[in-house]
């Protein structure tokens, strides 16, 4: 019997895991070639403990330079794992590049010749509705530029709980305007953690601004714990759960770029957060259940660096842009935006 088990598993094209009670019960051969580390009556490694851990769900997870997509679901008191190899995008690095540096050549033209244009009768259009267009634009660049996979990846020792008290403190206010309630919730006054401090900022402001457009008006709690050698954010929303239509669109066997979200499908911005997320060896991924689908970072909590500086959040002008009204311009109203702050 344990044999017809084993050899169905290893006839599947992805690599298979069967955990119950946080242990290894079997694995097919495919998923020992990805994980060597995976071995019957083994505990579940640390790379595959959340999703181990959930119901059902899907996502990304690293493990050296291979970044692998995933699902995951419960059956018969067991936690059933399958995972593949990523796919990779089909644009060369050159053609990417070519599109990153024109549109930013093209950004600053608009922005220096032309200024807020005018309607069809003549009337000026507002500064605010120029401003949000602008920073959108920003946003989509800055996330081509980031999956051109050239970014400059900066590690330093980050406290990740300053880092998500400042997005709240800066982000929370905005998002009041467009009627989203923002909290962070964390037991941790500090959590150290190996990092790029701007570009776990974008993550962050991505996943917040994918539950805010979710939440249908509510609330988005960003939650951080440790949990062993790993911190462990998940960003939730009061909105409704998926539908059937949309656990399929997480479900289908062909999504490997993306990390659907309910109500629409996954964009750059999560593919730019994803990227973001494997540069620092970290996992992402989103449960489900009862409740609105939850987004959950895993990131490693080391090895520290002890010689270098620890940092939270700089807030760095990109192109004259505040970065935090880029990361959600999609979701505020026009009004909040304005061009006196533009250089």
Not at 137 to 157: A, G, H, I, K, Y
Not at 183 to 197: K, Q, T
Not at 208 to 223: D, I
Not at 303 to 324: A, C, F, I, K, S
Request: with cysteine; proline share 7%; charged share 20%.
């Amino acid at each position: 019997m344990l044999d017809s088990i084993q050899s169905l598993l290893d006839a599947f094209p992805e690599g298979v895991v069967r955990v119950s009670g946080g242990v290894v019960r079997c694995c097919s051969e495919k998923a020992r070639q990805y994980l060597p580390q995976l071995a019957a009556g083994e505990p579940v490694p640390d790379i595959l403990a959340l999703f181990a851990e959930n119901g059902s769900g899907t996502g990304e997870f690293s493990q050296g330079p291979a970044t692998y997509t995933c699902s995951y679901s419960a059956a018969g008191g067991e936690q059933i794992i399958l995972f593949r190899p990523a796919s990779k995008s089909a644009l060369t690095g050159r053609q990417l590049g070519g599109v990153v540096y024109q549109l930013r050549t093209l950004l600053g033209d608009v922005l220096t010749e032309v200024g807020p244009s005018t309607t069809e009768g003549g009337s000026p259009l507002s500064a605010g509705d120029f401003g949000k267009t602008f920073h959108r634009l920003f946003r989509l660049l800055d996330n081509l530029e980031l999956l051109q996979e050239t970014e400059s990846f900066r590690p330093v020792t980050i406290d990740l709980a300053g880092l998500c008290r400042d997005v709240e403190r800066l982000a929370a206010p905005l998002l009041h305007e467009a009627g989203v309630r923002l909290e962070f919730r964390s037991r941790e006054g500090g959590l150290l953690i190996p990092g790029d401090p701007a570009l776990l900022r974008k993550l962050l402001l991505e996943l917040t601004a994918n539950a805010a457009r979710a939440s249908e008006r509510g609330t988005v709690v960003l939650s951080l714990r440790r949990q062993g050698s790993r911190a462990v954010l998940a960003v939730s929303h009061s909105g409704p759960p998926a539908d059937g239509r949309q656990l399929d669109a997480m479900l289908q066997p062909g999504m490997g770029e993306e990390i659907p979200l309910p109500g629409q499908g996954a964009g750059l911005g999560l593919s730019a957060a994803r990227r973001i997320a494997a540069l620092h060896g970290g996992s992402l991924l989103m449960e489900w259940g009862r409740t609105a689908p939850v987004a959950v970072l895993s990131l490693p909590t080391g090895p520290l660096n002890g010689q270098l500086p620890v940092r939270t959040l700089t807030v760095r002008q990109d192109g004259g842009l505040d970065p935090v009204l880029m990361g959600l311009s999609d979701l505020l109203p026009a009004r909040v935006f304005a061009l006196e702050g533009l250089d």
